[in-house]
């Protein structure tokens, strides 16, 4: 058996932020443990400047493998998200740090001259730079946890793809996962990461100022160390404790939903949502659920309510999901072991695209309400309308952090 490398740990305590500004200073690398062969599990805390609970849950982690004298197998890296927007408590500066995870985005910035970075391209330039390094040292592939809080109440959950390779990890943590929700945001880290070939999840557990927040960001970390491998479950003896902290915030919410619709908003809307309303609760098609600019914002459809929004920054105001019965997660698991998508093509409306092998077109006017169902199933992901048809592309591609 080889002997792992010695843990080196680069843990850095917050610095207060100087009189006047209100937020937190953090390293850009919160902590670093190395260990022998394993994937690279990257935690990121703070990428919404707003939202500091899950960087101090990553240092707090790092601090107690480091108490505890742990070996790991593969590394555990602490980043900080959005810093200068952390160091004043806003949400962002220019645009939100979280929407720009686009290929195209990312490559414009590769593209870029530094000297005329705004905030967000200066904080992101860094974030990839890490990602980059840590990927070159990841045969497995990364593990990338991307932690956030919520300006509503409400229990924790999980947004991610729907990959095999997402499942694993997210099912692993006792508590809801949302499906279909990444594809109606364009940009975020969770997708760039997953569409790398990468895990990639957004944990979201509780509003910013609870402390419970951090707690739970905490007990994300240790329960994903585990389902991962990089720590075995008999170096972490509480973590059944973790797991019954997830399961009791948790509460009564589903463990599987899927989106069935977001509200956006633009600061023109002047949306204000009516108060009360907290993460999975039902509401009633045509209930009134916020108002705007244009008049009062009704409930769509019969639903529960995820991520209202109750902060003035921001551009989603509402997400409406559903409950997925298990046998769907299940049928979808063992379509695509059996690699049934060669029958997508030969549905009615549906085609190939003409360079892409892994990106299929779907007329709407033929292929009406199963589409994306059956797409969802066997793992396709609805990227964008183009000419009238829908682009749906399947979500196991292998590529990787391209750059430079
Ligand atoms: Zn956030």
Not at 50 to 71: K, M, S, W
Not at 297 to 310: A, K
Not at 341 to 353: A, T
């Amino acid at each position: 058996m080889s002997r792992p490398l010695h843990p080196t740990a680069v843990a850095a305590a917050p610095t207060p932020c100087p009189e006047g500004t209100p937020g937190w200073v953090f390293p850009r690398v919160i902590g670093q443990i190395k260990g022998g062969a394993g994937p690279v599990v990257v935690v990121v805390g703070g990428m919404h400047g707003n939202e500091p609970a899950g960087a101090f849950a990553g240092q707090d982690v790092v601090t107690e493998i480091e108490r505890r004298g742990l070996t790991l197998a593969g590394e555990l890296l602490v980043l900080s998200g959005n810093r200068a927007a952390m160091a004043l408590d806003a949400r962002f500066q220019v645009s939100d740090l979280n929407r720009r995870w686009t290929r195209a985005r990312v490559t414009a910035l590769d593209a870029q001259d530094p000297a005329q970075d705004d905030a967000e391209d200066a904080e992101q330039r860094e974030l990839l730079a890490h990602l980059r390094h840590a990927e070159a040292r990841a045969p497995l592939g990364l593990v990338v946890l991307d932690l956030h809080t919520t300006s509503g109440a409400g229990p924790p959950f999980v947004i991610m793809s729907d990959t095999l390779r997402n499942r694993r990890v997210a099912f692993a943590l006792p508590i809801a996962t949302i499906l279909g929700l990444e594809e109606t945001i364009d940009g975020t880290l969770l997708t760039y990461a997953s569409e790398q070939g990468h895990v990639g999840l957004g944990v979201e557990t509780g509003q910013h100022r609870d402390a419970l927040s951090r707690h739970l960001h905490r007990s994300v970390i240790w329960v994903s160390l585990v389902s991962t491998g990089v720590l075995r479950a008999e170096q972490v003896p509480d973590l059944a404790t973790h797991q019954q902290a997830l399961r009791t915030a948790a509460g009564g919410a589903p463990r599987v939903v899927e989106l069935l619709c977001r509200h956006g908003v633009t600061p023109a809307d002047q949306f204000v949502m009516r108060p009360g309303y907290s993460g999975f609760q039902p509401v009633a098609e045509g209930e009134h659920l916020a108002d705007s600019a244009t008049g009062p914002v009704l409930s769509p459809t019969d639903g529960l309510i995820l991520m209202p929004l109750y902060q003035p920054q921001g551009s989603d105001g509402f997400f409406l999901v559903r409950r997925v019965r298990p046998v769907w997660l299940t049928l979808g698991a063992w379509l695509r072991r059996a690699r049934l998508h060669w029958v997508l093509p030969l549905l009615p409306g549906v085609s190939r695209h003409p360079d892409r092998a892994d990106t299929l077109l779907v007329d709407p006017r033929i292929a009406r309400l199963w589409v994306r169902q059956v797409f969802h199933l066997l793992g396709y992901r609805k990227a964008r309308e183009e000419d009238g048809r829908q682009v749906f592309t399947r979500r196991t591609a292998r590529a990787r952090l391209t750059g430079p």
